[in-house]
């Protein structure tokens, strides 16, 4: 029979105490769906998994198999770990939530059979390096495993709630859940893990406008590709995020025509790359950040390289509005990429630089307001060039 540490007390009835145990079994709260353990710092460091964006998770269904949490927040670890240390009245050890992968009832019952064991090397044999995956508090287990490294005579059993079959969209959802309500999660990370993970298969509108924006940053042959900011961490690489391009996208894409170009016999990931593909080209200073030069106040010519606005959010979400346009023209003509071809050429004169350096002045063409506020503007601007050869005034 499994033996459990009883919860109320120092030892089981059997006289097996808690002292230099590293993982303890303190009892099974519903058969098969949630225990309560506790575990060492040195244990943890040995046993949990953190399924992040950034690296692969064998249980991922995502196309590269990522996880579905950000990257911790590396200057948080040792400010936690410090606060542990003190072992203040307040520095206790809260509960962390591990999703255990496992679902068959003999699967289960081995697992915690070899966990009330303490059988860590047992549990890592029989079950992998991933089968205890962190769904809440990877910065306090982390900030643990850094005290037990500076400190290896810091050694708490930390209380842990254990749930068992919970599949990676599970997961995923209820990690998303959590942290929604408590701090705000990054969009971008919730609509990629929706993409890639907890809606696939749905075919709804919504969906599909994230499919093509997921396309678009990872397509090999997008002009996007390695550009988009995927989970919404602080990138000054990739001001554009996940999330920004999946709302520009929705513009540029709205039911109605997505039907139109379906019902045309058009590749719609093929038409999204072509028309960000003709933007770039036309727009190339602009798009690959070319450097230029200007005169400063003594005459003399300065090579400089310009805040460029064209891959901030309110550039692509006014080019993705105009995208819709070009798209439902371009489905009036027989030629329907050279249609495309043909009204994106005159975003070759579009100045997105800022500000005028060389003139001291504010840039007309890009004199709308930042992120989704000046999408209107910008956009209107962006039409009446490419429609009715309407400039804007300085």
């Not at 643990?144 to 079959?165: H, K, M, R």
């Not at 900011?229 to 929705?250: H, W």
């Not at 307001?369 to 050869?389: C, E, I, N, R």
Request: hydrophobic share 40%; aromatic share 8%; with cysteine.
């Amino acid at each position: 029979m499994t033996e459990i540490v009883s919860a109320f007390g120092p030892s089981t009835t059997n006289g097996t105490t808690l002292a230099n145990r590293e993982i303890a079994l303190l009892g099974v709260l519903e058969a098969n769906l949630e225990a309560s353990a506790a575990m060492t710092p040195s244990a943890m460091s040995r046993l949990l998994f953190i399924s992040n964006f950034e690296k692969t998770d064998p249980e991922s269904p995502a196309p590269d198999q990522h996880g579905y949490q950000r990257e911790p927040m590396q200057e948080r670890i040792p400010k936690i770990a410090r606060f542990y240390l003190s072992r203040g009245r307040t520095s206790r050890t809260t509960p962390i939530i591990i999703s255990v992968r496992l679902s068959e009832e003999a699967d289960i019952e081995r697992f915690l059979e070899l966990f009330a064991a303490g059988d860590i090397d047992g549990l890592k044999k029989e079950f992998g390096d991933d089968v205890m995956s962190v769904v809440d508090g990877q910065h306090r287990y982390l900030g643990l495993v850094e005290a037990w490294t500076i400190d290896p005579t810091f050694c708490p059993l930390v209380p842990v709630s254990l749930y068992f079959g919970l599949d990676f969209i599970d997961e995923a959802e209820f990690f998303d859940i959590i942290n929604s309500e408590q701090k705000k999660l990054p969009k971008a990370l919730i609509e990629i893990t929706k993409a890639d993970v907890r809606e696939v298969g749905s075919m709804s509108h919504t969906q599909r406008v994230r499919l093509i924006a997921t396309m678009l940053a990872r397509h090999q042959d997008s002009v996007w590709h390695g550009q988009v900011n995927l989970t919404g961490a602080r990138d000054p690489n990739k001001p554009v995020t996940f999330e920004g391009l999946r709302r520009s996208s929705a513009s540029m894409f709205p039911s109605e025509l997505l039907g139109r170009l379906e019902a045309a016999g058009k590749d719609i990931d093929e038409v999204a790359r072509m028309y960000w593909a003709l933007v770039a080209d036309a727009c190339s200073e602009a798009w690959n950040g070319m450097s230029r030069t200007r005169t400063d106040e003594e005459g003399v010519e300065v090579v400089y390289t310009p805040k460029y606005r064209i891959k901030e959010l309110v550039g692509v979400a006014a080019l993705a509005k105009l995208g819709k346009d070009v798209m439902t023209s371009a489905l009036e003509n027989d030629n329907f990429f050279g249609r495309m071809k043909a009204l994106v050429a005159p975003l070759a004169e579009v100045d997105w630089e800022k500000v005028n350096l060389d003139k001291d002045e504010r840039n007309p063409w890009m004199a709308s307001q930042a992120g989704f506020a000046g999408q209107s503007d910008l956009y209107k601007t962006l039409y009446a060039w490419v429609y009715y050869g309407k400039k804007p005034v300085g």
